[in-house]
């Protein structure tokens, strides 16, 4: 076993070696579908972490038992980069997208993610991502020096617009940021901002953010779904 693998036992016999890498987001795996276990090797050892904290997690019917034989320890690190690691994230934020993907999650499981942003913080790299996105979006939107969710919730929806407004015209890309940027020029910025910011939460939060995550979705969906509707009802003039 690798310094950052974990042992999965417990797998029903029809789950396939495609399931396993959609809930734990691996990047190496040993694993004979119709078995009942498997060794699932990260790069990094945050990433095992997260995958312990899912220990007790459901998957295609079966409930996991996650388990290893080494202790992993988090590892802060910083980048340069425009976009945040999986590994990054504060655990809350990982349980709420398991959630919003469909996954059960008991409320020990996501009590156990709280305890770990409580007793690990939120990892400065996240922060460092989270502030700058923020500050970025406020300051295309606003002006120098302001951010989106230090305005009152009533000069959100026009601040989105016009963020939005200015991206388009710059090129730039509208996935980047994607869920972070819709949810904090949200209604909800505020509430969303502390959740990914502050250790102090409460298992009913998870599920909230897992809700919000997942009405996003399908409204992107639903957006996507009605472009191409009418992309293909609109008549070809000769």
Do not use: W
């Amino acid at each position: 076993m690798s310094p950052s693998s974990v042992n999965v036992s417990g797998i029903a016999p029809t789950t396939t070696k495609a399931q396993l890498n959609d809930f734990f987001t691996i990047s190496s795996i040993d694993y004979e579908e119709k078995g009942n276990t498997a060794i699932i090797s990260f790069e990094k050892p945050n990433a095992a972490k997260t995958a312990l904290m899912l220990n007790g997690g459901a998957l295609d019917g079966a409930t996991l038992t996650v388990t290893s034989d080494v202790a992993h320890h988090d590892e802060d690190h910083t980048s340069s980069g425009p976009h945040v690691e999986q590994s990054d994230k504060p655990r809350a934020g990982i349980a709420a997208e398991y959630l919003a993907r469909g996954y059960k999650l008991s409320d020990h499981i996501l009590q156990r993610a709280i305890e770990i942003d409580e007793k690990q913080g939120i990892s400065s790299n996240f922060l460092n991502y989270f502030h700058s996105l923020d500050k970025s979006v406020g300051e295309r939107a606003l002006g120098p020096d302001q951010t989106v969710t230090a305005k009152l919730q009533a000069t959100v929806d026009s601040a989105a617009q016009q963020a939005r407004a200015v991206d388009e015209q710059r090129g730039i890309s509208k996935a980047a940021h994607d869920y972070y940027q819709r949810a904090i020029t949200s209604p909800f910025g505020q509430k969303v901002k502390a959740f990914y910011t502050q250790t102090s939460k409460q298992v009913l939060d998870i599920h909230e953010e897992a809700r919000r995550i997942a009405d996003q979705e399908k409204a992107q969906a639903a957006s996507a779904a009605g472009s191409d509707s009418k992309a293909h009802s609109t008549p070809v003039v000769n």
